[in-house]
C-alpha cells in the first residue's frame, strides 16, 4: 500500500488504520474483516472496531450474509463529502470569527 496515499488520507482526518483499511477497500472492492486484516495490515482485534467507526461516518457499508463482507464508498463520494464538510466548517468558522472581531474599520 502508498504510503503517500496513507499520509494524504491521515491529512484529510482519518486515522493510520482508517486508511489503510479504506484504502484496503477501494482495491479489493469488498471483503470480509479477515480479508481486510491480511491485506491492510491493521491489527486484527482493531479492524471491527475501526469498521464500526467508518460505517457511523457513512465512509463503509456493512453487507449481510455469511460471511458478513464490507465494502466502501468510492472514492469520488469520499471526496465530494470531505470537501463539502470541509467547505461548511471553513464558512461557519469565518463566520463566528467575524462576529468576534469587534475591531473597528479603518479606510485609508
Known sequence: MALKLINNLQK??????EAK???TLVCINMATARE???TSRVPRPKVYKVLRGMEE???VRRIEGEPIR????????LITRIRNDFLLSLNETFCRLHALDSRPEIRL
Open 70 to 77: 464490507f465494502s466502501c464508498i468510492r472514492p469520488e463520494e
Open 12 to 17: 484529510l482526518g482519518f486515522t493510520e488504520n
Open 36 to 38: 481486510i486484516y491480511e
Open 57 to 59: 461516518k457513512g465512509y
Open 21 to 23: 483499511i479504506y484504502a
